[in-house]
């Protein structure tokens, strides 16, 4: 019988529990002494008591990983391990009670690894009878903003027939004490002045005051929950969203979500309602599913959302006004979405604007593609840094073409002379600023032909071949050929082919020539149109010379678009 009601006893506490045995522990004397009320809330530290403390628990979840807590009720008792229930918790290092029951009597061990090896701790839960409480009804108190307020210790109400020294203080774990940055607060004996009081001062307040007796000296605990509140409105909800009558513009047969935000004022107690109705008749429609979202209340009051959902929109829908109403103590307000048809301009919206930008990406790819040649040009001159000076070669292009001998008539070779002696040199020269080396011309004679045609392309940036049948046919091969190979050699040495008149590929050819006319550019010569200097012959020319950049105090943005726009 006696097992059985302990059993009892253990159950009603909150204090799930199982055997253990704790080495060492046995012969330490108890440290810490409370008294608590029966039905109230109350917070256990594992701390070591300390005169200067300014805090009664610790909340971090690091310390509460650490702690372990036991409790037995008689000496005679065996120990057992404390584990969580309903009115039972862990926080941080503390055990709070939520509420103690004076069953919850006895002797708690706690622990908390490489600190307390082991702490214990007598605890006393009294009746308010017979700790002869008076006036002591509910440790709830509600407090106004905004006006002076006092907080009393709950427990300075009880052992009347003893006096009391100063109680201390904590809020939250923290011991309350004056502050310059708060002079609105103020401690006298047992009480908390607050003028104003701010909703910062909502929380949990647990005072502490010493009672001894002939033997122990007694903390007695007792904490009181603070709510700050504000004067109830003397205003009916206000409608957010709707506000009046909203028109909607929705598709038919698409699942559609009424939203009703509603802006509440402060009441204590609330009687709020808000709901949606369909032609002032609530719900009559199972369709018409409805929920609840409440945000945080404040002082201010709260908002609140409510939303109504259709599976589908239907014709029946569209022909009926969704009332949104809203109620509290002072008053009620509407609001009104009526349902429009929306028309099907999006999707030919996305349909034109998609062909436009397809049509605008083809219009500037067809562009480039026709202006390549101009835009690599205009960026050249304005952007690329010019590092043909650096590489220490002493010509941009050497000429190689057909030469001429006393033998040989015809105006078709005396038309390729010109144009390698003359027009070439004139346009790439005079105009572009390009430095051409032509054998005739710019070397010195008394040398071997090879050897001085191999120094002259090395020397040189390009080689312009101007091939036409006395080029492909004859001695000027050579120069082709020893392009090719200086070319392999070195880099920075390019071919620009210039086709001068039609030719057959004779078969004696080399094949490293063969090769290089079959994948190497050529830029076509016409004669009865390539001549004038703004043909596009000499742009192709210029793309595949050297870069020769412009000086940047000489660049103009407007000569820049200019010449832009002169290409659409």
């Not at 038309?415 to 080396?437: H, I, R, T, W």
């Not at 005739?440 to 001085?452: H, K």
Request: aromatic residues 10%; glycine residues 4%.
């Amino acid at each position: 019988m006696v097992t059985l009601c302990w059993i009892l006893t253990l159950f009603v506490s909150g204090v799930e529990v199982r055997e253990i045995n704790l080495p060492g522990c046995s012969h330490v004397e108890p440290q810490i002494w409370y008294r608590a009320i029966n039905g109230e809330e109350f917070v256990l530290q594992c701390a070591l008591p300390h005169r200067d403390a300014t805090n009664i628990y610790n909340n971090s979840l690091l310390n509460q990983h650490k702690v372990k807590w036991f409790w037995h009720q008689k000496d005679t008792e065996t120990l057992k391990a404390i584990k969580e229930s309903s009115n039972l918790t862990f926080q941080g290092d503390a055990l709070w009670f939520k509420p103690i029951r004076d069953s919850a009597s006895g002797m708690y061990i706690c622990r908390i690894w490489e600190k307390i090896p082991c702490l214990k701790i007598v605890l006393d839960v009294q009746t308010k009878k017979a700790a002869k409480c008076s006036g002591h009804d509910t440790n709830i108190l509600y407090l106004l903003a905004g006006s002076g307020n006092s907080i009393t210790c709950p427990g300075t109400k009880c052992y009347n027939h003893v006096k009391k020294p100063d109680v201390k203080w904590y809020k939250d774990g923290h011991q309350i004490k004056y502050r310059k940055s708060r002079p609105s607060l103020k401690l006298k004996q047992h009480e908390i002045y607050l003028n104003p009081t701010y909703d910062k001062d909502a929380g949990t307040y647990v005072c502490d005051y010493t009672l001894s007796d002939s033997i122990t000296n007694w903390t007695v605990r007792t904490a009181v929950t603070v709510i700050v509140i504000a004067k109830n409105t003397i205003h009916p909800p206000n409608l957010l969203y709707p506000n009046g009558v909203v028109i909607l513009e929705v598709e038919v047969g698409k699942p559609l979500e009424l939203e009703c935000r509603v802006q509440f004022g402060f009441e204590t107690v609330s009687p709020m309602r808000v709901t949606w109705k369909r032609n002032n008749e609530e719900n009559v429609n199972e369709k018409l599913n409805q929920e609840t979202i409440v945000y945080p209340k404040g002082l201010k009051g709260h908002t609140l959302l409510h939303v109504a959902a259709l599976k589908e929109v239907t014709e029946n829908d569209l022909r009926s006004n969704f009332t949104c109403f809203a109620q509290n103590s002072v008053g009620n307000a509407t609001a009104v979405i009526q349902l429009k048809r929306k028309k099907r301009v999006l999707f030919l919206y996305v349909l034109c604007s998609a062909i436009s930008t397809l049509f605008a990406f083809v219009l500037c790819t067809v562009f480039i593609y026709q202006h390549w040649i101009e835009i690599v040009l205009m960026y050249r001159s304005y952007v690329v840094h010019n590092k043909s000076t650096e590489d220490g070669k002493e010509f941009d292009a050497f000429v190689s073409y057909a030469k001429l001998n006393s033998s040989e008539s015809g105006s078709a070779l005396i038309s390729e002379e010109k144009f390698a002696l003359e027009l070439l040199p004139d346009m790439l020269e005079n105009k572009y600023g390009y430095k051409l080396c032509i054998l005739e011309r710019d070397i010195l004679p008394g040398g071997a032909y090879t050897d001085e045609v191999v120094t002259a392309i090395k020397h040189s940036r390009r080689v312009i071949i101007i091939l036409s049948p006395a080029y492909v046919s004859g001695p000027s091969i050579f120069e082709l050929q020893a392009a090719v190979n200086c070319a392999l050699e070195d880099k920075g040495i390019k071919l620009v082919l210039i086709k001068f008149q039609d030719f057959q590929k004779p078969e004696t050819l080399p094949p490293v020539v063969k090769k290089a006319l079959r994948i190497l550019p050529i830029v076509t010569w016409k004669s009865s149109i390539s001549a004038a200097p703004h043909k596009k012959f000499w742009k192709y020319m210029c793309y595949h010379m050297p870069v020769k950049t412009k000086r940047l105090e000489n660049f103009s943005l407007k000569g820049f678009f200019q010449r832009l726009f002169r290409l659409v």
